[in-house]
């Protein structure tokens, strides 16, 4: 069976932290992973795609790393902000379906 | 600004009573998603079009029914029949099924769906 699974479940760090979040997938044979951010009671918003072929990509303080033989995924957030706190989810997909892992829940501290 | 609409924002249901959850893209994607979003859980499939007047049930499509009747419209009805349908959906499109071309999947801000 497929499953994504985020380690951890909920962040709280201070202002300036660089934090890293795991993403986890049991079926390496995805076409790409993606990234998301979901603010409370909003839609998602497409952070970061790797495609199978890719080791990472970088948007601004983003980094998100792809090793798809151990089935794993990191989002890296440097120098972190109030503004980053939110749910972080990751989506591993399979050509016919997404399946999204159930998010790290994040809280960044002034 | 091309995007996704959904609405109404929340919506409340009485017992055996059907209830439509609009969801319009003007981005002119060809492939449209419905999710259910349960707490803790990653968003489940419930239905998906990958083009007019074609339609496949995902994972979770039991109690639920949907049309696409224009490209731009992709309506979910949640039945009588779903015993359990207090959750937050989610609507998304892609120009194309699944991601082809690795292109991200779009999301609305979501119908939040109660029980009275």
């Known amino acids: 069976k497929q499953e994504v699974t985020q380690i951890p479940a909920a962040l709280s760090v201070p202002e300036g932290e660089n934090l890293v979040l795991n993403c986890s997938f049991t079926d390496s044979a995805i076409y790409n992973l993606q990234w998301f951010r979901q603010d409370p009671g909003k839609g998602l918003t497409s952070l970061l795609l790797i495609q199978s072929s890719q080791r990472e990509q970088t948007s601004g303080r983003l980094n998100a790393s792809l090793d798809k033989s151990s089935g794993r995924s990191t989002l890296y957030i440097a120098a972190s902000q109030p503004g980053d706190s939110a749910t972080y989810l990751c989506a591993a997909n399979y050509g016919q379906n997404f399946v999204f892992g159930p998010g790290t829940r994040l809280s960044v501290l002034p | 600004d091309g995007g996704i609409t959904q609405s109404p924002k929340y919506l409340f249901r009485k017992e055996g009573q059907n209830v439509t959850l609009s969801c319009e893209q003007n981005l002119n994607h060809d492939a449209m998603y419905w999710y259910r979003q349960d707490p803790g859980q990653g968003l489940r499939l419930i239905y998906y079009s990958q083009i007019v007047n074609d339609f496949q049930k995902g994972d979770i499509a039991e109690g639920y029914s949907v049309s696409r009747e224009k490209k731009e419209s992709f309506p979910l009805t949640v039945t009588s029949a779903q015993k359990n349908p207090t959750a937050f959906y989610l609507c998304?499109?892609?120009?194309?099924?699944w991601g082809g071309g690795n292109q991200p999947q779009h999301f609305g801000d979501g119908t939040r769906l109660s029980i009275l």
């Open positions: 998304a499109s892609s120009p194309h099924p």
